[in-house]
């Protein structure tokens, strides 16, 4: 007898509905994938004008009290004590030996902090952090299903969001924030995202949602754009992905993200023992991306990678790039064989095809650095 997973909707579920999306399950909810537009023509729409995307189903956490800095500070990875209010920053939650449990975004408020984490790992992550709050003098909360989440991504979202609220958004510079209204709704205004562009994820009360969209999607201002484009995009610009780049078997330095980990900022964080011996013996290789030598040949994640007959790794991230038009991908291979010209194999279905290591990220677009 098999039991039936109930997934959860978004609040913008009807919406997609409406729009024709494709729905499929992900991370325990319906999400839209792509809508009649199609992913390549999504991906263009974010790399060339502006896209928004549902991604409500992220994780929040609310962290309160006079110990929520030292608590943070020491469940994540980056240094928090750094943070003005009105900033935010990239981290992640380690296990002790120093590999992922998760990658998170940590907002500083005058009287609170607040975490997002990736939407497959809110349970896990939050029994994380329950498990080592300790005495620490905090008031833990789970806000996950009171918090809706849209990101507007693309080199006029700018413009986009500037005609519908009274904040100066270019005064928020890349990973801050604002609280604000947007088409008279209350929310946090950030300019951050996951797509390599410019742009600004909105965080609101559920019951807005209806405003929210019709305003940025409803008068045709902008494209709802599904995860298939999302994923496109984020693999071009060379970010991370929980589950396939990064997981509870990679570390950070090795991983790339050796700048989001502070060994001496003063508070000792989960993991930080064994990343200090991962830096003073040097890691054994590292995550590179890939562009494929031959046309047609499409890399998916978990084909097997080769250096000469020896396998390395598995395709972590892979797929065709829209805007290079070209296929790419990201693998793990061993650190002397990580220049750039590299030649490695990728077994797509049987047969070995030749690919070349490539610098990342793939593509750099509009988004502001920091």
């Known amino acids: 007898m098999t039991s039936t997973v109930i997934l959860k909707r978004t609040p913008f579920y009807d919406f997609h509905v409406a729009a024709k999306a494709k729905m499929v399950p992900f991370a325990g909810y319906e999400m839209p994938v792509q809508y009649p537009t199609g992913i390549t023509r999504e991906h263009e729409i974010v790399r060339t004008a502006v896209g928004v995307f549902d991604v409500s189903h992220m994780g929040e956490f609310e962290v309160t009290g006079p110990d929520r800095n030292g608590l943070v500070n020491r469940l994540t ?3 928090v004590s750094v943070l003005k209010d009105g900033q935010a920053q990239y981290s992640a939650l380690l ?6 449990i998760d990658d998170c975004l940590v907002y500083q408020f005058g009287d609170k902090i ?10 896990k992550d939050w029994q994380h952090v329950v498990a080592r709050k300790g005495s620490a003098n905090v008031r833990l909360r789970n806000i996950s299903d009171n918090v809706a989440l849209l990101a507007i991504q693309g080199p006029t979202a ?5 005609s519908l609220t009274p904040n100066r958004v270019d005064g928020i510079a890349y990973y801050h924030f604002e609280v604000g209204t947007v088409s008279g709704v209350e929310c946090f205004i950030s300019r951050t995202g996951y797509t390599g562009e410019d742009g600004f994820e909105l965080y609101f009360r559920p019951r807005d949602a209806a405003t929210m969209w019709t305003a940025l999607v409803g008068p045709g201002l902008a494209d709802p754009v599904g995860l298939g484009a999302r994923d496109s995009l984020r693999l071009e610009s060379g970010y991370a992905l929980y589950g396939n780049d990064i997981d509870d078997t990679t570390n950070a330095l090795e991983a790339g993200l050796g700048w989001i980990v502070k060994l001496n900022k003063g508070a000792r964080f989960f993991g930080q023992q064994a990343l200090e011996e991962v830096k003073r013996k040097g890691p054994t290789r590292k995550l590179v991306g890939f562009k494929m030598a031959e046309r047609g040949a499409i890399p998916r994640h978990g084909y097997d990678v ?6 390395v790794d598995v395709v972590r991230s892979g797929g065709f790039a829209p805007t290079l038009k070209e296929a790419i991908g990201t693998t793990y291979v ?9 030649r490695i194999l990728i077994d797509c279905r049987g047969k070995r095809v030749p690919a070349v290591v490539a610098k990342l990220p793939f593509y750099k677009g509009s988004v502001k650095s920091k």
């Open 158 to 162: 700018a413009q986009l969001v500037q």
């Open 95 to 100: 296990t002790e030996q120093g590999t992922f």
């Open 306 to 311: 080769y250096l000469g007959d020896h396998k």
């Open 77 to 79: 990875c980056n240094d």
């Open 334 to 342: 061993p650190t002397h064989s990580a220049q750039p010209g590299t």
């Open 114 to 123: 607040m975490m997002v984490v990736n939407a497959s790992n809110i349970d």
